[in-house]
């Protein structure tokens, strides 16, 4: 089962779920804004992103920019823990859509990253 982390919100996030829709694949939509990521689950996504937290927040953010940019650069650099626990107490600033296929997961920006990690 394909799982998209959806915001209707956003254009990228709505190709992704329209691909995923055309494609025929079983797909569980999970509206993130509506049902928050908690911790361990963004972690679990991170890890199957293969990324750093730093690298899943949206840094053109309203909320990123107007509470964290400033202390990020400039004061202190959070690390990763902390910088987790604002994108759970901020689900606005992550990055989406994500897709995850099992074991797979890409940021579907742009939409055709999908095709990376799901089969034709």
């Not at 190709?15 to 990521?37: A, G």
């Not at 899943?56 to 626990?85: G, Q, V």
Request: glycine share 2%; proline share 6%; with cysteine.
């Amino acid at each position: 089962m394909i799982v998209i982390y959806h915001n209707p919100d956003s254009p990228n996030s709505n190709k992704c779920l329209e691909i995923l829709e055309t494609s025929k694949h079983d797909h569980e939509v999970i509206k993130y804004q509506e049902k928050p990521l908690d911790k361990i689950k963004l972690q679990k996504i991170i890890n199957l992103l293969k990324i750093n937290p730093e690298e899943l927040i949206r840094k053109e953010c309203k909320t990123w920019k107007e509470n964290f940019a400033h202390i990020h650069k400039d004061e202190h650099k959070f690390n990763n823990e902390e910088l987790m626990d604002i994108m759970v107490e901020y689900q606005e600033i992550i990055e989406r859509p994500i897709i995850i296929n099992g074991e797979k997961a890409v940021i579907g920006k742009p939409a055709k990253r999908i095709f990376d990690i799901i089969p034709d």
